[in-house]
C-alpha cells in the first residue's frame, strides 16, 4: 500500500530537516509512540528503532535510513510487522517556509497486522505529519 503525504511548515528548511531526522526524541511528540531510540549512525545513514501502542496492540520497527542532509531521508525496513517498508521524506525550501513530504510503501507480513497497523497507519501518517508541523513551531 503506498501512502503520500507533504505539509507546508513556517520555517526554515534546517530546522524541520532536524526536527524529522531527529529520531530519538519521536517518543515525546508523536502519538501512539512509546519509544525511540537511535541505535547507529552517521552524518550519511541512520539505525532506528520505534515502538508504538495503538490501542493496547504494541508493535516496533526499526528501519535503515539513508540521509542527505536537507534533501531526503529515506527508510528501509529492518525489522517489524511488515513484509516490507520503504519510505522518503524529502524537504523543499520555498522562501522562508519548507514543504514537507512522505512517501510510504508497505505490506503487512499477515492478515491480523494489517487490520490492526495497516489501517492505523494511515491515520498515523496524517497524525505524524501533523506533530512534525506542530513540533517546528514550538
Same mark, same amino acid.
Given at each position: 500500500m503506498l501512502i503520500k503525504k507533504e505539509a507546508i511548515v513556517? %520555517? #526554515?528548511? #534546517?530546522?524541520?530537516?532536524? &526536527?524529522?531526522?531527529?529520531?530519538?526524541?519521536y517518543k515525546n511528540f508523536i502519538p501512539y509512540c512509546i519509544e525511540s531510540k537511535i541505535l547507529n549512525e552517521n552524518s550519511t545513514q541512520m539505525q532506528a528503532k520505534l515502538d508504538f501502542d495503538i490501542k493496547?496492540? $504494541?508493535?516496533?520497527?526499526?528501519?535503515?535510513?539513508?540521509?542527505?542532509?536537507?534533501e531526503?531521508?529515506?527508510? %528501509?525496513? &529492518?525489522?517489524g510487522?511488515? *513484509?516490507?517498508? #520503504?519510505?522518503?521524506?524529502?524537504?523543499?525550501?520555498?522562501?522562508? *517556509?519548507?514543504?514537507?513530504?512522505?512517501?510510504?510503501?508497505?505490506?503487512? %507480513?499477515? $492478515? &491480523?497486522?494489517?487490520?490492526t497497523v495497516g489501517k492505523s497507519l494511515e491515520k498515523i501518517t496524517n497524525i505524524l505529519v501533523k506533530s512534525f508541523v506542530d513540533e517546528s513551531l514550538k
Open positions: 513556517l %520555517k #526554515d528548511i #534546517d530546522t524541520v530537516f532536524n &526536527i524529522v531526522n531527529r529520531v530519538d526524541l493496547g496492540i $504494541k508493535t516496533s520497527f526499526s528501519t535503515e535510513n539513508q540521509i542527505k542532509k536537507n531526503f531521508i529515506k527508510m %528501509k525496513l &529492518i525489522e510487522p511488515f *513484509k516490507y517498508l #520503504d519510505g522518503e521524506w524529502s524537504f523543499k525550501q520555498v522562501e522562508n *517556509k519548507t514543504i514537507i513530504y512522505l512517501n510510504l510503501n508497505y505490506e503487512a %507480513k499477515n $492478515k &491480523i497486522i494489517e487490520f
